[in-house]
């Protein structure tokens, strides 16, 4: 799956990434493409530190006092979603690989 779209609806929250499927490993890799526009400029502008503490919740970890870049905070969790979203994850990923707890 790859999504090549730079903005969403007039948002520059999009950002291209493909999602690859390594059958020999059993791996899913998500590869996010580097900043290459003037979009991706306003990302990388981004620079206030974006707290991880709700993250940690939703995702499963403890985010307390650690801090991310909050242009690619916003990416990745519009890219999350955006996987989520196309159930992209249950389309690409054969049984063989899933495991029990692995988030769709």
């Keep these: 799956y790859a999504s090549f779209r730079n903005?969403?609806?007039?948002?520059?929250?999009?950002?291209?990434?493909?999602?690859?499927v390594d059958h020999d490993s059993k791996s899913v890799i998500v590869a996010v493409r580097?900043?290459?526009?003037?979009e991706d400029l306003?990302?990388?502008?981004?620079?206030?530190?974006?707290?991880m503490e709700g993250v940690g919740k939703?995702?499963?970890f403890d985010?307390?006092?650690k801090y991310a870049h909050r242009g690619i905070l916003i990416r990745a969790k519009w890219i999350a979603n955006d996987i989520?979203?196309?159930r992209?994850?249950?389309t690409l990923v054969?049984?063989?690989l899933k495991e029990k707890n692995a988030v769709d």
């Design 7 to 20: 903005e969403r609806d007039g948002n520059l929250i999009a950002t291209p990434y493909c999602i690859l």
């Design 34 to 38: 580097g900043s290459a526009s003037l």
């Design 42 to 51: 306003v990302t990388d502008l981004q620079l206030t530190p974006e707290s």
């Design 58 to 60: 939703v995702c499963g």
């Design 63 to 65: 985010g307390e006092k």
């Design 84 to 86: 989520k979203e196309k």
């Design 88 to 90: 992209a994850l249950k």
């Design 94 to 96: 054969p049984p063989n």
